[in-house]
């Protein structure tokens, strides 16, 4: 006869939950490894496309990214859909995006105060039926090339560091002949206008103004960051191209806001050797030599008429200063309330075009009270000076001056009021190329619960 079971029926043990290190241990690493891939790849064709797309040539190509009509996919850069699938992969990258986003933040509060701005400023777009698409290429792109760059390891950005230098130099050879052949690659346009007998090259950066402050930053941070380039036989004629190519984009601005920056750190290079300072004997000679070569190159460039039309800018600006003018005292033409929360678009066109500014005011603040209104220009502008904190937090002191560049270009130009990408141009290279040295942390293991995996080692 059969014992009875007094135990009563055997239960199956309830399975543990497994914990979240476990899950992603349990991953296969060729499964990770191609997102990592991936995620590089699409890093990397952003920031390519941003430095060889432009708004005029994608217009070039039919594409309605700056004029009316077309759909709602022709409105957003290509260098942002990049982004947003990179972003989107390294979210799921370990099987906690939630978890994994706030780990990106969590060093990063300012970040979170600029998405805010960002936030309010979209609320107020669609609140007034106005086009947002604006915000999300001038604004919200920078941010996630920001993040992407940052969570990549030294090994992986160092591809996406030798592309940004090929698209520039690139740049700059095709401005050089543009300017020296008179033809252009990419025709000029400003919306659905186009410009003709305009000398300034542009290559492929769109505008020569855009073409002007990308070179600019990128001769600041040849020279005030040597270990961008090493060897001073290669840095320094670098340097010297790279500077010359301003005078062929034909940006006033951005070209005396460079040879200002560099006079004065040479004076208090000299000043320095004077007060007693040691240096090399070897370098005082090269730099006697570059001296009298440089200023050779000068006088025969200038003999042979080569930068006559750059010139003839600093003696006529062509109304650039009337202009100037006219937008600050287009402001006094609209009521305290309508400046506010920003003039209705009608008006403000139709005054634009009797100030005769239809192609733009070339101030970023004046610009952006007529878009946004003062309330959204004043939340913009402090958080634009969050996410730039953030960033320089992680960055050489040579950034410093590129944001003083950032600035001056702001201060005399349409730059960031209008949608473009020039902002996110200034934000990689600044992270691409003045990154600070990353110091190891201590690990510190969370009490009861596994320690998370960053998404990057």
């Known amino acids: 006869m059969p014992r009875a079971n007094l135990a009563g029926p055997h239960l199956p043990r309830a399975a543990s939950p497994v914990p979240r290190a476990s899950r992603i241990a349990a991953k296969p690493a060729a499964l990770i490894q ?60 370990n099987g906690d995006p939630v978890g994994d986003i706030a780990r990106m933040f969590s060093g990063s509060r300012l970040l979170l105060f600029y998405l805010a701005c960002w936030l309010c400023l979209l609320i107020q777009r669609l609140m007034t039926d106005r086009p947002f698409t604006v915000i999300i ?16 390891s030294a090994a992986r950005r160092r591809p996406i560091v030798w592309a940004l230098h090929f698209t520039i130099l690139l740049n700059i050879v095709l401005g050089y002949y543009e300017y020296l052949s008179g033809h252009r690659l990419i025709p000029l346009t400003l919306g659905d206008v186009v410009v003709t007998g305009e000398w300034r090259a542009s290559a492929l950066l769109g505008h020569p103004l855009t073409a002007s402050g990308v070179v600019a930053a990128y001769v600041l941070a040849l020279v005030f960051r040597p270990a961008i380039c090493p060897p001073s036989i290669l840095r320094l004629p670098l340097i010297a191209f790279s500077l010359c190519s301003l005078m062929v984009f034909g940006g006033r601005t951005s070209l005396v806001t ?45 003999d042979h008429g080569i930068f006559d039309k750059m010139l003839l800018r600093f003696s006529s600006d062509k109304g650039s200063a009337s202009t100037r003018i006219a937008a600050v005292d287009l402001l006094s033409h609209f009521r305290w309330q309508e400046l506010v929360l920003g003039p ?50 992680r960055a050489t002191g040579a950034a ?10 702001a201060a ?46």
């Open 258 to 302: 460079t040879l200002v920056i560099m006079s004065c750190a040479a004076a208090f290079q000299v000043l320095r050797i004077l007060r007693g300072g040691r240096t090399s004997l070897l370098a005082v000679v090269a730099a006697i030599c570059l001296l009298f070569v440089g200023a050779a190159l000068v006088v025969i460039a200038l």
């Open 137 to 152: 290429d001038t604004f919200l792109l920078p941010l996630l090339l920001w993040l992407l760059i940052w969570q990549l």
């Open 344 to 393: 209705d678009p009608v008006r403000a066109a139709a005054a634009q075009n009797a100030f005769g500014l239809k192609f733009g005011i070339e101030d970023f603040w004046i610009a952006s009270i007529m878009e946004f209104g003062i309330a959204a220009t004043t939340l913009l502008t402090v958080g634009l000076a969050a996410l730039f904190t953030e960033i320089l937090k």
């Open 34 to 93: 191609l997102i990592d891939a991936a995620i590089t790849a699409l890093v990397l064709l952003a920031v390519v496309s941003i430095f060889t797309m432009s708004a005029g040539m994608l217009t070039h190509w039919k594409i309605h990214y700056m004029i009316s009509g077309g759909g709602f996919y022709e409105k957003l850069h290509p260098a942002t859909y990049f982004a947003m699938l990179a972003f989107g992969l390294l979210a799921i990258r």
């Open 412 to 457: 005399s130009s349409v730059s960031f009021s209008s949608k473009n990408i020039q902002l996110a141009q200034f934000v990689v290279m600044i992270t691409l190329l003045l990154p600070r040295e990353r110091k190891a942390a201590p690990l510190r293991r969370p009490q009861g619960r596994p320690r998370p995996v960053p998404a990057y080692a």
């Open 400 to 409: 410093w001056l590129i944001l003083l560049l950032i600035v001056i270009i």
